[in-house]
């Protein structure tokens, strides 16, 4: 079974502080994925990396960074929280080339006071 | 460019009733559809694709090219197929999916 492991599930943080949000897969697969998921906008792409240290600009990639140093490992950076970015985060994984089943973490519900 | 529209966010039926949840497609190629569902407390799964042609949990869909369609049915609704359901679409070179806004599905007894 494909494991999607999003290490913090709940985070208060404050305007202006920096935020990392970490993402971890086991099985190997190339493409790594950070959707935000707001009610009534459905999930809007981050950012996208198809293999180590790429990565690919999704809809809404304003105000957001990431890193993938390895190939686990896939990690969303907010450098400066605003009340904006209050929301729900997915990460995701799926093996490479198109169609291929996408399997998400159960999430990370970030607020900023 | 590529967009998914689900035009209902809350869909309300009765057990036992048919339901259909509605979803439309921008794309001039020849596009993957997919339908993922979030239960209450678990994580966004697939539910199915159109490339299966197959039946889910009772649930089907069928691509239409012609209306750019790709509605998810089911019969026979049950309690437990209340859920979040996204429709989402992959386009020719991409390797990441366009999302539909979403379609709040209640069951009621």
């Known amino acids: 079974d494909v494991k999607v492991t999003q290490s913090s599930r709940y985070l208060v943080k404050r305007t202006g502080e920096k935020v990392f949000l970490e993402c971890v897969q086991d099985?190997?697969?190339?493409?790594m994925f950070w959707y935000r998921q707001d009610p009534g906008l459905g999930l809007r792409l981050i950012y996208f990396s198809y293999d180590v240290k790429m990565k690919e600009k999704g809809d809404i990639p304003e105000g957001y960074s990431v890193s993938r140093e390895k190939k686990e490992r896939f990690s969303l950076i907010l450098e400066s929280a605003s009340t904006n970015q209050t929301s729900m985060y997915l990460c995701?994984?799926?093996?490479?080339?198109?169609?291929?089943?996408?399997?998400f973490g159960e999430g990370s519900w970030l607020t900023v006071v | 460019a590529q967009r998914v529209t689900q035009p209902e966010k809350l869909l309300s039926v009765f057990k036992g009733a048919p339901v259909e949840l509605k979803c439309n497609y921008s794309y001039s190629g020849s596009p993957e559809l997919f339908w993922y569902v979030q239960y209450s407390r678990q994580r966004l799964q697939l539910l199915l694709r159109h490339i299966s042609r197959e039946s889910i949990k009772g649930f089907t869909a069928d691509l239409n090219k012609g209306e750019t369609s790709f509605h998810l049915k089911k019969p026979f609704a049950q309690e437990e197929d209340s859920a979040m359901y996204y429709c989402a679409l992959s386009y020719q070179g991409a390797q990441k999916l366009v999302f539909g806004q979403g379609t709040r599905l209640t069951i009621n007894p």
């Open positions: 099985m190997d697969h190339e493409n």
């Open positions: 995701a994984s799926s093996l490479g080339g198109r169609g291929n089943t996408i399997y």
